[in-house]
């Protein structure tokens, strides 16, 4: 299962979702849906965080994420970025776009447009074996 119109459809209607959602930071949403690079991915929200999956199903772990400093639905900056673990500080951020660069300058090599898939999927297919 490779890249597909279903996983760019999947991937669209995450960002749909969240644009205007009280779940995360509007102002974080519209900064990261405006930087084509975070756009082909999947976004999902924990914990007032909003993250970036290489798949549509199940989500990696692989790419750093935002959250505000003042946790809570709505909340705008600052920011801190994180990750991709939780265990790795990024840093703090005074402004959505700030924030949202500091993501982009950690993607992982080769991150292009959500996996129509799950993690193990996205694994086998970058290996390069037929699914």
Request: charged fraction near 25%; proline fraction near 8%; hydrophobic fraction near 40%.
């Amino acid at each position: 299962m490779a890249t597909s119109a279903s996983g760019a459809d999947k991937v669209e209607a995450a960002w749909r979702e969240l644009i205007g959602s009280s779940r995360v930071s509007a102002e974080l949403v519209e900064a990261a849906y405006a930087e084509p690079r975070l756009r082909q991915l999947f976004p999902w929200v924990g914990m007032w965080e909003l993250h970036f999956s290489r798949c549509t199903e199940r989500w990696t772990w692989d790419v750093p994420y935002v959250g505000p400093t003042a946790a809570g639905p709505g909340h705008a900056g600052p920011y801190y970025v994180e990750g991709p673990s939780r265990t790795q500080k990024v840093g703090r951020a005074d402004t959505a776009q700030e924030a949202i660069a500091m993501v982009v300058e950690r993607l992982p090599p080769n991150c292009g447009p959500a996996f129509d898939g799950t993690p193990e999927e996205l694994v086998t297919f970058e290996n390069g074996r037929d699914l």
